[in-house]
C-alpha cells in the first residue's frame, strides 16, 4: 500500500508563490503527478514527473509559473508554484502511478494511488 501526505497549501494573493510537499510513505521509484480539482469541476492534471526525474510534464495553464520536482532519498516530491492567479485555486493532489510511465500520464486512471488533498487558494 503507497501512502500519500500532501502539505504547504494556503491562502496567497494572486501573484504570490506556494510550495507542496508530497511525502511517500512507503516506495517512492513511481511515476508521480499532481492533480488538481476546483469546486464544480473534473480533477485534472497539473504535472507529473518520471521516477528518475529526468522526464516532466506541464498542463498548458501552469507551464513556465509551476516546476515539478523530486528528492528520492527524502520519499517526497515538490511542487513550487509562482506566479499563482486566482484560477489555481483548488484542492491539490498527488497521485503515484506504479506502472512508471514515461512520460508521466494526463490520465487520472493510470495513478493507482491518491493522497487526501492540500487546498491551494489565492485570492484576486
Known amino acids: 500500500q503507497v501512502q500519500l501526505v500532501e502539505s504547504g497549501g494556503g491562502l496567497v494573493q494572486a501573484g504570490g508563490s506556494l510550495r507542496l510537499s508530497c511525502a511517500v510513505r512507503?516506495?517512492?521509484?513511481?511515476?508521480m503527478g499532481w492533480f488538481r480539482q476546483a469546486p464544480g469541476k473534473e480533477r485534472e492534471f497539473v504535472v507529473g514527473?518520471?521516477?528518475?526525474?529526468?522526464?516532466?510534464r506541464y498542463a498548458d495553464s501552469v507551464k513556465g509559473r509551476f516546476t515539478i520536482s523530486r528528492d528520492n532519498a527524502k520519499n517526497t516530491v515538490y511542487l513550487q508554484m509562482n506566479s499563482l492567479k486566482p484560477e489555481d485555486t483548488a484542492v491539490y493532489y498527488c497521485?503515484?502511478?506504479?506502472?512508471?510511465?514515461?512520460?508521466?500520464?494526463?490520465?487520472?486512471?493510470?495513478?493507482?494511488?491518491w493522497g487526501q488533498g492540500t487546498q491551494v487558494t489565492v485570492s484576486s
Open positions: 497521485a503515484a502511478d506504479v506502472a512508471r510511465r514515461v512520460p508521466p500520464s494526463l490520465a487520472r486512471a493510470e495513478y493507482a494511488y
Open positions: 512507503t516506495f517512492i521509484m513511481y511515476t
Open positions: 514527473i518520471s521516477w528518475s526525474g529526468g522526464s516532466t
